[in-house]
């Protein structure tokens, strides 16, 4: 059974950082790329950015490009989202995604229950 | 980027009843890489539909999907009652992917 389990979420301060983690379990984690994809709060969903299963390859959505750094660690089967220079307009929820494909983002087959993040003063 | 639009808003429906959502893009979207989710309150998102048209691992046959270019369409045949729900399309042909802002079905 495919499991993912985001942590890392909070309340952080405008202009602050901080570190998303997706455990993975239940299929061969560095055969899949990975995504984050976002829910604001009573709003639809963003795709945030993706990884190729190696690694190699990484996407990202123009709103967080800069800002957001996706890693993989597939010796721990865990994704990672560093989010650094967070405003109000990046309060969501972050769904950790496994994608159908192997690197470029594809349809998402699995997801996680969601971490939050809350940017305020 | 490719916009999705997705119509109606908000659908009114009885359980049995049929439901038609539409996914419209503004730009052709390759290959039919058009992917339908439902959203509970509360849950993840669920896939569905991929490729514009096959069922997910677990998807009833009572949701079937349609299209190709920019017109795509998710059908409910007999609404069930855990069928109301958020319902969001995404393409994933054309970069950055983007998803609809999502249909409601709700019980009338």
């Known amino acids: 059974e495919v499991q993912l389990l985001e942590s890392g979420g909070g309340l952080v301060q405008p202009g602050g950082s901080l570190r998303l983690s997706c455990a993975a379990s239940g299929f061969t984690f560095s055969t899949y790329a990975m995504d984050w994809v976002r829910q604001a709060p009573g709003k639809g969903l963003e795709w945030v950015s993706g990884?190729?299963?190696?690694?190699?390859?990484?996407y990202y959505a123009d709103s967080v490009k800069g800002r957001f750094t996706i890693s993989r660690d597939n010796s721990k089967n865990t994704l990672f989202l560093q989010l650094n220079s967070l405003s109000a307009e990046d309060t969501a929820v972050y769904y950790c995604a496994k994608d159908s494909g192997v690197s470029k983002p594809y349809y998402f087959d699995y997801w996680g229950q969601g971490t939050l993040v809350t940017v305020s003063s | 980027e490719t916009v999705l639009t997705q119509s109606p808003g908000t659908l009114s429906l009885s359980p049995g009843e049929r439901a038609t959502l539409s996914c419209r893009a503004s730009q052709s979207v390759s290959s039919s890489y058009l992917a339908w989710y439902q959203q509970k309150p509360g849950q993840a998102p669920r896939l569905l539909i991929y490729g514009a048209s096959s069922r997910a691992t677990g998807t009833p046959d009572r949701f079937s999907g349609s299209g190709s270019g920019t017109d795509f369409t998710l059908t409910i045949s007999r609404l069930e009652p855990e069928d109301f729900a958020v319902y969001y399309c995404?393409?994933?042909?054309?970069?950055?992917?983007?998803f609809g802002r999502g249909t409601k079905v709700e019980i009338k």
């Open positions: 995404q393409q994933y042909g054309n970069s950055p992917s983007t």
């Open positions: 990884i190729s299963g190696s690694g190699g390859s990484t």
